[in-house]
């Protein structure tokens, strides 16, 4: 299973653009990548996902280079309530374990 | 996260006491999952099922059991086994197999403590 790494923690102010970046070296061919957000004492909430290039959706885009080995999860001039931590999960979703990384802790300042 | 009924919100369970946490989604989704996630942490798989009547540990399994019975249900026992169990506990589930990447889809989770 794609093992991931993640800044533990990044900081921003509102209107920014923020970008994350995921490592996983040990991608599979199958393997999609998928971001998922999290507040406090709740389920993380899908974001985005993709398998290569780039993908936009009305919240995010995710950039996938060539190789696949890493992905940036970009979030377009956040505000406060962007605030939470962001994990990337990469693996291929047929019965395999699931296993999150540690995520990165986002913390948008007025 | 839509679909996915974890319940209790809040549990406080006495040392040596088994407690079982409930997990139901109406998804129709066949792979359901059990994660733990201790404060300012990230999340640790316990177990997981593919199937009904199937389950497989994942990384944490010791000291919890689970079943299923029922494709809608899996429910995750806290046993007296278990002897740091106070931590949020959050139930998942997703669909396969899958020509694409299918998403995991979350409950809002429960909270256990040890009283």
């Known amino acids: 299973l794609a093992k991931t790494t993640q800044p533990i923690s990044m900081d921003s102010y509102e209107g920014q653009e923020v970008n994350i970046t995921c490592s996983h070296n040990?991608?599979?061919?199958?393997?999609?990548i998928t971001w998922y957000q999290q507040f406090p004492s709740q389920g993380p909430r899908f974001i985005i996902q993709g398998y290569k290039t780039k993908v936009t959706n009305e919240v995010a885009s995710l950039f996938i280079p060539a190789d696949r080995k890493s992905s940036t999860l970009s979030l377009p001039r956040v505000s406060l309530s962007d605030t939470a931590v962001y994990y990337c999960l990469v693996g291929y979703n047929a019965g395999n374990m699931l296993t999150f990384g540690g995520g990165t802790r986002l913390m948008v300042k007025p | 996260d839509g679909g996915i009924t974890q319940s209790p919100k809040y549990l406080f369970r006495k040392e040596g006491q088994n407690v079982t946490l409930s997990c139901e989604q109406n998804?129709?989704?066949?792979?359901m999952y059990w994660y733990r996630q201790d404060p300012g942490q990230g999340l640790r798989l316990i177990y997981y099922?593919?199937?009904?009547?199937?389950?497989q540990k994942g990384d944490i399994a010791e000291g919890y059991s689970v079943s299923r019975e029922k494709k809608e249900s899996f429910p995750l026992t806290v046993t007296s086994a278990q002897k740091n169990p106070t931590a949020f506990y959050l139930c998942a589930s997703s669909s396969t197999p899958a020509l694409s990447g299918n998403t995991i889809y979350f409950g809002e989770g429960s909270w256990l403590t040890v009283v």
């Open positions: 040990n991608i599979a061919t199958n393997d999609y």
């Open positions: 998804l129709n989704h066949d792979a």
């Open positions: 099922s593919q199937i009904v009547n199937d389950f």
